[in-house]
């Protein structure tokens, strides 16, 4: 009888372990599509920002050539 009894507590044992390796797996699944789903947007965004014109930039250098033309008159 202590024979049967060490068997099943094997048994729930080995059914307990299998339990907790699936959960691990689908932990360690869930992390690595956040990963891949992280990873495609940072490389959208730099795509993204590569091809997209800066306007503010232009802007900004036209304002400072205007600026600057403007104390020029003043001074002469």
Do not use: C, H, S
């Not at 080995?14 to 360690?28: H, S």
């Not at 947007?41 to 232009?58: H, N, Q, S, T």
């Amino acid at each position: 009888m202590n024979i049967n009894m060490n068997k099943v507590e094997e048994l729930l044992a080995a059914l307990k372990k299998k339990e907790e390796e699936k959960q691990k797996n689908t932990v360690l699944w869930a992390l690595a599509i956040v990963g891949a789903v992280a990873a495609v947007a940072g490389i959208a965004f730099m795509v993204y920002r590569f091809f997209k014109p800066d306007y503010l930039e232009d802007f900004e250098e036209d304002f400072d050539d205007d600026f600057d033309d403007y104390f020029e008159d003043e001074e002469e």
